[in-house]
């Protein structure tokens, strides 16, 4: 039988697996998983950030463009002139 095979296993019972990894492997997986999530922790960076700023400034309003919905006003925006095109690429789908 192939490894991971399991064979003579019974309806509505529990089973439980114990995996142990390999050292090496598993820091090769952090690495891969860091490199994936470095964009969106970027953005959640940049998203606390503008929320941080605004609140210094008396502005009740942050930049939503950054979460893909293009800013209303003005003097909440990080990027005004560029705001759709901000918004679109964190997920806005346009009109």
């Known amino acids: 039988e192939p490894e991971g095979t399991f064979l ?3 309806k509505d019972t529990t089973y439980y697996v114990y ?8 820091a090769k997986d952090r690495a891969a998983m860091q490199e994936r999530n470095a964009s969106q922790l970027a953005k959640e960076k940049l998203a606390f950030d503008a929320r941080a700023e605004a609140a210094e400034s008396g502005i009740a309003e942050s930049c939503s463009c950054i979460y893909g919905n293009p800013c209303t006003d003005e003097y909440g925006c990080k990027d005004w002139t560029n705001r759709y095109a901000v918004a679109k690429e964190n997920g806005w789908k346009g009109f």
Do not use: H, M, N
């Open 8 to 10: 003579k296993l019974e």
């Open 19 to 26: 995996v142990v990894q390999d050292a090496s492997q598993e």
